[in-house]
């Protein structure tokens, strides 16, 4: 993983070290862990030239980041995109792209369905609505997985668990 130091060409200014580091490659897909190692190593705050962005991979950074909604706010989006300034490419979430105080009211509302025990009692459902789910799309012979299964499915098992009727 090639790296130079360097001051970021982002407004912020901040003095880190540039990588050619690519989350989304195929091996870092297949094996993420030796490759967030390195990253660790490269120091708390790492450029990823590739995509414009800063990447952190410490747990004391990470931790700090996700307690600071005033510096670091998730409405933005939480991926590459930044949903302030382009048109998101998918639905923001009613939970992990939102910032307090609404997150917090989000959160609370569904923490119950989410809990262990909630789940636990909804599993043989969730196995049976995969199954029949997987069925189907094996029946059209094709597949776009965001819609056919990456949407459709949290939809369809959690809408079910809180009583919101399937739209047809």
């Known amino acids: ?14 003095t880190a070290p540039i990588s050619d580091f690519d989350p989304y490659a195929e091996d870092v ?3 993420p ?4 190692e390195v990253l660790r190593e490269l120091g708390p705050i790492v450029y990823l030239q590739r995509y414009g962005a800063y990447a952190i991979a410490r747990h004391e950074e990470i931790d700090a980041v996700l307690r600071d909604h005033v510096t670091y706010c998730s409405s933005a989006g939480v991926g590459l995109a930044n949903f302030h300034t382009e048109d998101p490419w ?11 105080p609404m997150h917090g009211r989000t959160r609370k509302v569904v923490a119950g369905l989410l809990a262990p025990a909630s789940i636990n ?3 043989a459902t969730f196995e049976r609505e995969a199954e029949l789910l997987v069925d189907r799309v094996l029946d ?5 997985a965001m819609p056919e299964l990456c949407a459709a499915y949290p939809l369809k098992v959690f809408g079910d668990a809180v009583g919101v009727p399937a739209q047809n």
């Open 1 to 14: 993983m090639p790296m130079t130091t360097a001051i970021s060409p982002e407004p912020s200014r901040v």
């Open 29 to 31: 897909l297949n094996n």
């Open 33 to 36: 862990y030796p490759h967030y």
């Open 90 to 100: 998918r639905k923001p979430s009613l939970i992990l792209e939102a910032d307090p």
């Open 121 to 123: 009692k909804l599993r």
């Open 140 to 144: 059209m012979g094709h597949l776009d």
